[in-house]
């Protein structure tokens, strides 16, 4: 609350200010764009890449598909092609092989969207290996690349690598301030100068321009300063948890966990509602992801003392 602040539709904001040329600084990128949600800052990108009737590429379980309402045809008017990937990550093959010819009644192939960690997919994560052959298509193909990186950081302590080989491999770059970083508001949009320049527009278009953002700015400098490293303990508990679920009755399938997301599919005795009115019942928070899917989260909220509960928790149910 002692946050220095200013109108930031000026650019007059000091937090807000130090936040984007702090964040754009740590990936080697240009400049930086302070919006109030990861749906905006991904809304926004799409909406600058791409002009109406050009084609966005992603994997069929990505964010910008399956949880933006449709923003991409909402708000910028465009198409969208569906890649089958596994656990949410696609290949650079598949996105040589989904790019259309220039015919007149095909919609203009134009941007890329890759999911670092993939939700939907389990937490799982590229590696910079696996990102260079898709950056290498994208350039041949004119292509641009956007990450959705609502989870980069949690990926980031996993992999060791540095944010600056990160940023220099995508046009622009959305990062969450609000998940497992614990800040109260807030995403990032990274590019290039022209780029964030004309984002500037589009996110005041949007209603996203705010006057005294740098309250919630400053409490994304403390995030930034305090909550990064600690996410490798979010990460370490939730594979401790994926494989406590692997042995229990109820469970069917764990996808692979990675990062700080379990997903895993229950066995035909249960549906994933009832699964998770029962642990509610007994203090612990999921979210039900399919008729038989469950998503459970560690983020830095959750103690020792809570993750001994839920382990038992997790094993009582099974006998
Ligand atoms: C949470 C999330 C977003 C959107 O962030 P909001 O701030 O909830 O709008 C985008 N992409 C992914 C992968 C996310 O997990």
């Not at 937090?15 to 740590?26: G, H, I, P, T």
């Not at 949690?154 to 800040?183: P, R, W, Y």
């Amino acid at each position: 609350m002692d946050a220095k602040v200013g109108d930031d539709v000026f650019k007059q904001d000091p937090s807000v200010n130090e936040l984007q040329s702090r964040v754009a600084d740590m990936f080697g990128m240009e400049d930086a764009l302070f919006c109030p949600s990861g749906t905006m800052t991904n809304q926004i990108a799409i909406k600058t890449h791409t002009n109406p009737m050009d084609e966005l590429i992603c994997d069929k379980l990505s964010h910008v598909y399956k949880y933006e309402n449709g923003g991409y045809a909402y708000n910028s008017g465009i198409a969208i092609k569906l890649i089958e990937g596994k656990y949410g990550k696609i290949t650079a093959d598949q996105v040589r092989a989904s790019v259309n010819p220039n015919y007149d009644w095909l919609a203009n192939s134009k941007l890329v969207v890759i999911e670092n960690s993939c939700n939907t997919g389990g937490g799982t994560y590229y590696t910079k290996e696996e990102i260079v052959p898709i950056r290498d298509a994208c350039t041949d193909l004119n292509l641009r690349l956007h990450l959705d990186g609502a989870r980069l950081f949690n990926v980031l302590v996993e992999t060791e690598e540095s944010t600056h080989e990160i940023g220099q491999l995508f046009d622009s770059i959305s990062i969450c301030m609000s998940k497992g970083l614990g800040a109260p508001v807030g995403s990032l949009l990274l590019g290039k100068k022209d780029f964030i320049a004309r984002a500037r527009k589009f996110r005041k278009a949007m209603g996203g321009g705010m006057r005294q953002a740098g309250f919630l700015a400053a409490a994304c400098n403390y995030a930034l300063d305090h909550q990064v490293d600690r996410l490798k303990i979010d990460n370490d508990r939730a594979k401790e948890l994926g494989k406590i679920l692997e042995s229990c009755s109820y469970v069917e399938s764990v996808l692979p966990v990675m990062t700080n997301i379990v997903i895993f599919n229950l066995n035909e005795n249960i549906t994933a509602a009832e699964f998770v009115k029962k642990l509610e019942s007994k203090g612990i928070i999921a979210s039900a992801f399919g008729p038989q899917k469950v998503r459970l989260v560690t983020h830095l909220n959750i103690d020792e003392q809570m993750m001994k509960q839920t382990k038992n928790i997790l094993k009582e149910l099974s006998s």
